[in-house]
C-alpha cells in the first residue's frame, strides 16, 4: 500500500512576513545614487545594505492584516454615525463644545492629512528599505482615511454652522492660523525628504502630539455624549499608533551606526 503523501502546509505568518515586508531588488541599470537621490531619501544617506540590515519595525503587519482591520473599523464607524444622523445627534450637542473645539480640530485636520499621505507616499518610494516601504504604504492610505473621514464629519455638521466650511478652505486662507500652519507643516511634511519625515512627523509629531490628541479628543467626545466623533477619534489614532512607529527604527539604526563606527574607530 502506497504511503499518503503529506498535504503542503501553508507557510506561518512570522515565516513568510520577512519575505513580503523586506522585499529588495538588486538594481542593473542605475547605481544606488539614481535610484535613491539623496535629495528625496535623505541624510546621511547610508548604503541600502546597511538599511536593510538595521530597520526592524516594532509594529508587524501583513497585507492581508492591514485589509481585515481596515475594513472592520470603517463598519462599525460608518455604523456609529449612521446612527448619529438618524438620532440627529447634532442638534442635541453642547454648542460650546460643538462649535469651538470639535469645530477648531474637525476643520484644521483634513487638508494636512491630505499632504502627510504624499510624504508617506514619498517614504515608500524613497525609503532605503523594505519594511520602511512597506509600512510607508499603508500609512499612505491611512492618511487618506483620515483626511476623508474628518471631512465627512465635517459635512455632517455644515447645517449647524458655516464654519465647518473651512474644513476644504482654511489653508487657502491668509488668517494667521493658516500662515503659521502651512509654514510648520511645509516644515515638517510636504518639504521632508524620506528621512526627514520620518524623524520630523512620524516619531517626533505623531508619536509626541497627534497619538496623544486624538486619545484625548475621545475622551472630550465622550463626555459631551458626542459618540460619533469619540468613535472616529479612536479609530484613528489606532492608525496613528501604527504608523507613528516608522520614525523609531530610523532613528535607531542611525544610533546603531554611530556605535560600529565609534567602535572600529577605537579599533583603528
Known amino acids: 500500500m502506497k504511503p499518503v503523501p503529506a498535504e503542503p502546509r501553508l507557510p506561518s505568518r512570522d515565516e513568510y512576513y520577512d519575505i513580503a515586508n523586506r522585499l529588495e531588488w538588486t538594481q542593473k541599470y542605475v547605481k544606488e545614487e539614481e535610484l535613491f537621490p539623496v535629495d528625496m531619501s535623505g541624510v546621511p544617506n547610508l548604503p541600502i545594505d546597511v538599511w536593510v540590515e538595521l530597520y526592524d519595525a516594532p509594529y508587524k503587519v501583513t497585507y492581508r492584516e492591514y485589509v481585515k482591520n481596515q ?73 487618506v482615511r483620515h483626511a476623508q473621514v474628518q471631512i465627512l464629519l465635517s459635512h455632517d455638521s455644515i447645517t449647524a454652522s458655516p464654519k465647518f466650511a473651512f474644513a476644504h478652505k482654511m489653508f487657502w486662507l491668509d488668517g494667521w492660523l493658516p500662515i503659521a500652519a502651512r ?27 497627534t497619538n496623544l490628541q486624538f486619545v484625548a479628543f475621545a475622551a472630550m467626545a465622550n463626555k459631551t455624549n458626542d459618540f460619533v466623533f469619540s468613535s ?25 551606526v554611530t556605535k560600529v563606527s565609534e567602535e572600529i574607530k577605537k579599533k583603528i
Open 71 to 143: 475594513k472592520e473599523k470603517d463598519q462599525r464607524l460608518f455604523s456609529v454615525r449612521e446612527a448619529g444622523v438618524r438620532a440627529e445627534l447634532i442638534k442635541k450637542l453642547d454648542k460650546t463644545y460643538h462649535q469651538g473645539s470639535f469645530c477648531f480640530h474637525i476643520t484644521a485636520v483634513p487638508i494636512p492629512e491630505y499632504t502627510a499621505a504624499i510624504a508617506e507616499a514619498r517614504m515608500a518610494r524613497f525609503g532605503k528599505a523594505g519594511e520602511w516601504r512597506n509600512l510607508s504604504t499603508f500609512g499612505s492610505m491611512d492618511e
Open 183 to 209: 509654514s510648520f507643516f511645509d516644515d515638517t511634511i510636504t518639504g521632508t525628504n524620506a528621512i526627514e519625515f520620518a524623524l520630523l512627523t512620524t516619531f517626533a509629531f505623531e508619536t509626541g502630539f
Open 232 to 256: 472616529a477619534t479612536q479609530s484613528i489614532q489606532t492608525d496613528e499608533s501604527r504608523h507613528a512607529q516608522i520614525g523609531h527604527p530610523v532613528l535607531k539604526s542611525f544610533v546603531d
